[in-house]
């Protein structure tokens, strides 16, 4: 008898040790994978469980927080200019998810970060206020570019030259993201979702599309660089007309009285002569063009601003003919507003690139910096002497050439239009595209500035980089140098 209740103990006690042990198994060391699991209701009730912290532009913040009813999420976010700066905040709803700034950094603005955490607090999981992302927009830019684009498809980025601060980010049609940022029937997130316009797409970021002439100044760097041509005023050897290598496919130009045969560079830019490009292309060879191209940022996968840019596109194992193409930004060359930005920026800083980013520092409740992004942190590009001949054949598309819409008064303005091919055979609309810099020698601002029309509801004659890509450009310069 003694030797049964002895076994059934030992079991019981078995048992009671086994117990013990699951459940300091699963506190201490599932705990947290439970904790954090999407499906637990209490994470997001967590996440709006006080008023999110903000998004600020220029000192002010951009978003809010909205008290809600009815539900046990507590809070909501809520945009004070919604459309105006969704391509820099994106959204944060409840029912979706996060996207841009709001989802890069959700947990300091939801306050569950742990660098908001004292060491009491993270024992005992006090949660704390939240903190603050500070971005480096300046909303007279931004407001610049979203009015001047207005109803057409398109984007537009602005970018200080010297210290690699985005000023402006526009994407239209753009989208209030407090309309989906609690609970909703579903409805609004369907119409944006399936709108064939692509509302939630950010076009300055994430939707890379053929740059057309505005890559001839990535072919003209790379023909300097090379000592191809020693000067931007130094005769090429460019017949006119052009006929691919190994082809019967003529080259034409747009303008067929324009003086393109055997033109200088700063001709060809002026007029934009698609024979010197693909001639340039074709002698430089695709892989010293592709080595240019990614110096500018061509190829990058992994470009952060801190959100993540697709990557713009020069293609390799391509023939001459195909080389050619690329000399004028067509065959699968594709490129973003941020992109083409980035070349002008470059070329306006005396070859130097500085690194591209829309957040100065992000911020715990007190206002102590959690992260800080330095200005500057440049790389060159080009030499000094090939950007300063670019400049000035820039200057020439502007006072003289394609370019004649993008002009600030009393300022320094260099630019490249481009008109890029869409659909088989060119059949759709072109994208009008324009690439500029502008400088102000009193107040030595600067910026640089790229802008893509993707549909305008312009007759197909009427689509010019100049006459709907320049005047958006023109208009965040003129802002931004004021």
């Not at 989906?180 to 599309?209: F, H, Y």
């Not at 110096?295 to 470009?303: I, R, S």
Request: glycine share 8%; with cysteine.
């Amino acid at each position: 008898m003694n030797k049964t209740i002895r076994r059934a103990s030992v079991f019981a006690l078995l048992l009671v040790l086994a117990l013990l042990g699951r459940a300091t198994w699963v506190q201490a060391y599932e705990g947290k994978a439970l904790a954090d699991d999407k499906s637990n209701r209490r994470k997001i009730m967590a996440q709006y469980a006080q008023p999110l912290g903000d998004i600020i532009v220029a000192g002010s913040p951009v978003t809010g927080s909205k008290k809600t009813e009815g539900s046990d999420l507590a809070y909501k976010r809520d945009y004070t200019e919604g459309e105006l700066y969704a391509a820099v905040t994106g959204y944060s709803s409840q029912a979706y998810g996060a996207t841009q700034l709001e989802g890069i950094y959700s947990e300091v603005l939801d306050g569950t970060d742990t660098r908001l955490k004292n060491p009491l607090d993270a024992l005992t999981g006090k949660q704390q206020k939240p903190g603050s992302v500070l971005t480096t927009i300046d909303p007279a830019v931004q407001k610049a570019g979203f009015e001047a684009l207005g109803k057409k498809k398109g984007a537009a980025v602005a970018i200080d030259p010297k210290t690699g601060r985005i000023l402006g980010m526009v994407s239209t049609p753009s989208y209030d993201p407090s309309k989906i940022a609690g609970l909703t029937d579903g409805s609004t997130w369907q119409k944006l979702t399936t709108d064939e316009d692509k509302p939630l797409v950010n076009r300055a970021l994430r939707q890379p599309l053929p740059p057309g002439s505005t890559f001839k100044l990535v072919v003209a760097a790379a023909a300097l660089e090379d000592g191809l041509y020693g000067s931007v005023d130094t005769a090429t050897d460019s017949p006119d007309p052009y006929t691919l290598p190994n082809t019967r496919t003529v080259l034409k130009n747009e303008n067929l009285s324009a003086p393109c045969e055997n033109a200088t560079i700063r001709t060809a830019l002026r007029y934009s002569c698609n024979n010197v490009f693909a001639k340039l292309a074709v002698d430089l060879g695709q892989e010293k063009v592709k080595a240019m191209a990614e110096k500018f940022g061509f190829n990058d996968k992994e470009l952060d601003v801190p959100v993540r840019a697709y990557a713009s596109v020069y293609p390799s194992d391509m023939d001459k003919a195909q080389t050619a193409l690329t000399g004028i930004g067509q065959f699968d060359v594709t490129a973003t507003p941020l992109q083409m930005a980035m070349v002008s920026a470059a070329i306006a800083n005396d070859g130097l690139m500085a690194s591209p980013h829309m957040v100065s520092q992000v911020v715990d409740s007190d206002g102590d910096a959690l992260e800080s992004f330095e200005d500057g942190d440049a790389k060159r590009i080009v030499s000094s002497s090939t950007a300063e001949q670019l400049r000035s054949a820039m200057v020439t598309v502007v006072e003289k050439g394609t370019g004649t819409n993008a002009a600030v008064a009393g300022a320094e303005v260099g630019g490249k239009t481009g008109t890029a091919q869409h659909g088989e055979n060119n059949s759709k609309t072109p994208y009008a595209w324009f690439t500029s810099y502008a400088k102000d020698a009193e107040t030595g601002k600067e910026v640089a500035v790229a802008v893509m029309i993707e549909d305008s509801g312009a007759a197909r004659s009427e689509v010019s980089g100049n006459g709907l890509a320049a005047p958006v450009a023109q208009k965040m310069m003129k802002a931004a140098l004021n």
